[in-house]
């Protein structure tokens, strides 16, 4: 008699059922832990350009402006548009004369959509001192999936300093700079 390895259908369909139904459990985690991990790489991002726009604005002892742009020489006031960042001798906020375009951004391509406060805020300035020249103001991030616990905020203050919002009570939601749970348009 020859005993014949392999499995059976039986056994088979059972595997099958059950890889299925791990998955499914697990995909909802790693759906969130990219969504997460999407986010907090574009905040870090817009981190590292405010910190290279505030560093090469004392170096040069100049204004340098962080802005939407639409042909990479004019500032267009929809955060829709990639960003750039520029030397803004002359406080224009377009490249012109001696100003030098310094780095480029295009958020969207994240799927992650910007949302700047005060609404009416068209560009981010740092003074050559290193102080945001003008008024501070936050952009909060916001996932295309519309999940909330996706959102983030940075808020630039007077100084000049750059923080991330945090969720100080724990309830998966990133508080906005008064400690209120943000929200997404």
């Known amino acids: 008699m020859v005993k014949l390895k392999g499995f059976t ?49 004392v170096l040069s002892g100049q204004i340098v402006t962080i802005c939407p742009t639409s042909d990479f020489i004019n500032c267009s006031g929809d955060w829709r548009h990639p960003l750039m960042v520029f030397t803004d001798k002359d406080n224009t906020k377009s490249i012109t004369g001696s100003d030098r375009l310094i780095q480029t951004y295009n958020a969207q391509d994240n799927g992650i959509k910007l949302e700047i406060h005060p609404s009416r805020k068209n560009y981010f300035q740092y003074s050559g001192t290193g102080l945001s020249h ?40 990133v508080d906005d700079a008064y400690g209120r749970p943000l929200t997404c348009a």
């Open 9 to 57: 259908l039986i056994e088979l369909l059972i595997t099958i059922a059950v890889i299925g139904i791990t998955f499914s459990a697990a995909l909802p985690s790693f759906s969130s832990l990219i969504g997460d991990r999407k986010a907090d790489s574009t905040v870090e991002t817009f981190l590292t350009l405010f910190s290279l726009a505030r560093s090469r604005a």
């Open 134 to 173: 003008g008024t501070p103001g936050n952009i909060v991030f916001c996932s295309n999936t519309g999940n909330i616990k996706f959102a983030r905020q940075i808020v630039i203050s007077f100084t000049g300093r750059v923080r991330v919002s945090r969720d100080t009570n724990h309830d998966g939601v």
